[in-house]
């Protein structure tokens, strides 16, 4: 079968670590549970006698190794048996050659005294000389964690292709999972459940599994981290100022604005990633509500403005619902249907729906709707990946004190009445509040459209509230677009780069004629456009809808106007930095 040589010396050559295990009246020393041998090893076992040996006379050791195979039936299993005279050679060592096969060993040692067995002993190791390592690679959230949390964490694990380690999961020193790498035990969910504090995560790895559970490897891999406690936070003021509700799913369901949120869940908390993207799962059975409304109000209740961001990455085919807001009088909805995202509120008379956009599986998508208050309800604008996809008017009940009806409610995912869609929830915010402090609209939706692989020194979308800039004249904002009327003017300082070539876009929503004017310390050039331009700089040379300025004298401006004539909407303004420089001339 193979080749095991004994060599009958007292000389002890040992590549692993002992045991002593006292079995009276015979002390046996050799290989312990979960050794790891390579070809070429040697080990040895020795036999001391005790005190309480004298009446006893030990002179033989019967020493068997059995090959456990998980997948081959017991005639093709072949032991060794070996008889050890222990007068002559109380420490016999065996080495481990070359053409002795990778796999999983018993090993079992009887001594005799006649016809007794007066000692015993069995082990169980490893003979393996391929590759085992491992590393921790990921772990989700990259934040740190609070308190009744669950994370990910990620591994790769470098092996030959002929084995399926086994591996074992450690939190001081206390198993919470194991499995071999082919069930995906490379990849583990924790929960925190109440631990606080400095958390160590160990991974042993074995080539094989062992019979017993409370073997150690010394081949690991671990990684450190810090639970919180939900008194801590772990985002500053100036991230969270702007919402009234901030949900960002790390591990959780907290909402970083109210701790103290009731929530309710739907089957469990379930952490998720794909292609990076990290969050919580929601789908026909999993999703959670709160008695909590996502209407913000000011000190005296009064309904505020807002917008709702909500970010998510579909993973399903199937119908079902994202988000619901309800109590006896309202009812606002946004889910999935043939493949559409839909809202759909309840007014005073009808339900109102507006298709958002489609559903593009695997893609991390954003959906904002901003909602403007006025005296019947609100005016309503649906953003899809930053893009404007529709506006509408909701009609909404009206209390006797002009206050909008409570909602008591929210939910995300799978609710009591309504299945869920499969997807990752990121970010679920309600923003209502700019640096400023005013009650304001989210107004990043260019950013959210434009990509991000320029250098923009300027991302100006209207859907705001209040101008970003000196407005002068008779200019109206809607929260969409900014009106101006003939002389009115938008005066922008500082944001045409100096240095490199730009490209400048204003983006009119109809033809009408405006008028732009760059500047500088003492200079000016004033430009006559209509409709949608583009004003580029390369190298000394200006350059409007792509035709070359022949009439200027190069200067470096750095700030515009923009001047209406008769009536001007804007819908938005970019300054993209190219990051060529200028080459100066001699």
Not at 154 to 176: A, G, M, Q, R, T
Not at 204 to 231: A, G, H, M, T
Not at 446 to 461: A, M
Not at 557 to 575: G, P
């Amino acid at each position: 079968m193979r080749n095991f040589l004994i060599i009958f010396i007292s000389l002890i050559i040992i590549s692993c670590s002992n045991i002593s295990l006292t079995t009276e009246p015979i002390v046996i020393n050799t290989i312990s549970n979960g050794d790891v041998l390579t070809k070429g090893d040697v080990f040895s076992i020795s036999f001391i006698k005790t005190d309480d040996s004298i009446t006893i006379d030990p002179y033989l050791a019967n020493i068997k190794i059995v090959p456990v195979y998980k997948d081959r039936s017991v005639d093709d299993v072949k032991e060794i048996n070996i008889e050890v005279d222990i007068e002559r050679t109380p420490e016999p060592v065996f080495e481990i050659t070359d053409d002795f096969e990778d796999g999983l060993y018993e090993l079992f040692v009887d001594v005799y005294d006649k016809e007794d067995i007066v000692a015993n002993y069995n082990s169980e190791f490893v003979v393996y000389s391929g590759e085992l390592t491992g590393v921790i690679t990921s772990l989700y959230p990259s934040k740190d964690l609070y308190t009744d949390s669950v994370l990910i964490v990620e591994s790769d694990i470098f092996f030959d292709k002929e084995i399926d380690p086994y591996l074992v999961w450690y939190n001081d020193d206390e198993v919470f999972t194991e499995g071999y790498y082919s069930d995906g035990l490379d990849k583990i969910v924790w929960d925190t459940e109440d631990k606080i504090g400095f958390i160590d995560l160990k991974l042993e790895l074995f080539p094989y599994k062992l019979s017993s559970n409370k073997v150690r490897s010394e081949n690991f891999v671990d990684i450190s981290f810090v639970v919180n406690p939900l008194s801590n936070t772990l985002y500053s003021e100036s991230i969270l100022q702007n919402y009234s509700k901030a949900l960002f799913f790390n591990g959780n369901y907290i909402d970083e604005i109210n701790k103290d949120l009731n929530i309710h869940l739907n089957n469990k908390l379930i952490p998720k990633v794909f292609n990076s993207n990290y969050g919580m799962l929601i789908n026909k059975e999993t999703g959670f509500s709160t008695n909590d409304s996502i209407f913000p109000m000011d000190e005296n209740e009064n309904s505020l403005s807002f917008s709702l961001i909500f970010d998510f990455l579909p993973l399903g085919d199937s119908d079902g619902l994202l988000v619901e807001s309800r109590d006896d009088l309202l009812d606002f909805k946004l889910f999935v249907e043939n493949g559409e995202i839909i809202c759909s509120y309840l007014g005073k008379e009808d339900l109102n729906t507006t298709v958002v956009g489609s559903i593009v599986k695997e893609k991390l998508l954003k959906v904002v709707i901003s909602f403007i208050k006025n005296d019947a309800g609100y005016k309503m604008f649906f953003y899809y990946n930053g893009a404007l996809a529709g506006t509408s008017n909701w009609v909404i009940p009206v209390k006797e004190d002009g206050n909008i009806s409570d909602i008591r409610e929210f939910s995300l995912g799978s609710n009591n009445d309504q299945v869920g869609f499969e997807a990752i929830i990121e970010n679920f915010c309600i923003y209502y509040k700019d640096n400023e402090g005013r009650n304001n609209l989210y107004s990043n939706n260019i950013g959210d459209l434009i990509s991000d692989s320029g250098e923009y020194q300027l991302l100006e979308g209207f859907n705001t509230l209040y101008s970003p800039v000196e407005l002068v004249g008779d200019c109206t904002l809607d929260g969409e677009i900014i009106s101006l009327k003939d002389g009115a003017y938008l005066d922008y300082r500082d944001v045409l780069p100096t240095e490199s070539d730009y490209i400048l876009k204003i983006n009119s929503i109809h033809k009408n004629s405006y008028i732009i004017v760059l500047y500088g310390d003492d200079d000016f050039k004033e430009l006559d456009l209509e409709g949608e331009s583009v004003i580029s700089k390369t190298g000394n040379q200006l350059f409007v809808n792509d035709k070359p300025v022949t009439d200027l004298d190069f200067t470096q401006y750095s700030n515009f106007k923009i001047v209406a004539r008769e009536f001007l909407e804007l819908d938005y303004i970019t300054v993209e930095s190219l990051g060529v420089l200028i080459e100066e001339e001699n």
